[in-house]
């Protein structure tokens, strides 16, 4: 077990949707990094947060935002759900220095019907 | 922007046995961190190894060990006494050290122990 929580742990819903994915750190945790790990892309980076504010950008589509709350979970927003949305979503946190090891959640499983 | 080459999509290897899977990044960064992270098919993600490209000492991890060659930006993995418990995709992971980085994935090893 990482320490780090995801909720819900599959998530089944229709094209045009939207949906929450919700993550924990591990306590003491500042950074939250969202991954989606799909069959054609493999493991591509989202977004990343540090103690609230929005620190990096990856392939993140404009249907989908994030954001970091005071007590330091995240949730990761999709919207306008497509079927090729579906995938493995997960989040991953580390310690105070950004450059240390991310410690991965368990992640979510979006299917879009 | 840098990249991470898995070249083995499968492998597979006898329990007890050894196996290395391979990993080749590009990069003009002088110091960054690499990973090797484990996916069972629970589909968790585990870090198995860190190395830091300034250390010249490879990384060990009880079985696991990693051959780093820096000039030829090599980055393997080396199962020693494989267990059933070790079948899982392998993916390697480069990140920059400049701060407020993600992980740049390769595209994996899968890796079958055989009893």
């Known amino acids: 077990d990482s320490g780090v929580t995801q909720t819900p742990k599959h998530l089944i819903t229709a094209t045009g949707q939207r949906v929450t994915l919700r993550c924990s750190p591990r306590?003491?945790?500042?950074?939250v990094y969202w991954y989606q790990q799909s069959l054609d892309q493999g493991l591509q980076f989202l977004i990343q947060?540090?103690?609230?504010?929005?620190?990096a950008k990856g392939n993140i589509l404009e249907r989908f935002s994030a954001q970091q709350f005071p007590d330091l979970h995240s949730e990761l927003n999709l919207s306008s759900l497509e079927l090729g949305d579906s995938a493995l979503y997960f989040c991953?946190?580390?310690?105070?220095?950004?450059?240390?090891?991310?410690?991965f959640g368990p992640g979510t499983r979006l299917t879009v019907l | 922007a840098q990249t991470v080459t898995q070249s083995q999509p499968e492998m597979s290897v006898q329990e007890a046995e050894t196996v290395t899977l391979s990993c080749t990044y590009d990069?003009?960064?002088?110091?960054?961190?690499l990973f090797w992270y484990k996916q069972p098919p629970s589909r968790q993600m585990i870090l198995v190894i860190r190395?830091?490209?300034?250390?010249?000492q490879n990384a060990t991890e009880n079985r696991f060990s990693v051959n780093f060659q820096k000039a030829a930006k090599s980055f393997s993995l080396k199962i020693s006494d494989s267990q059933l418990g070790d079948t899982a995709m392998y993916f390697c992971?480069?990140?920059?050290?400049?701060?407020?980085?993600?992980?740049?994935f390769g595209k994996g090893t899968r890796l079958s122990v055989i009893a």
């Open positions: 991953a946190s580390s310690v105070r220095q950004p450059t240390d090891t991310q410690y």
């Open positions: 306590s003491g945790d500042l950074s």
């Open positions: 947060y540090y103690n609230g504010e929005e620190r």
């Open positions: 990069t003009s960064e002088n110091n960054y961190y």
């Open positions: 190395q830091e490209a300034y250390k010249q």
């Open positions: 992971a480069f990140m920059k050290p400049s701060g407020n980085t993600p992980l740049v």
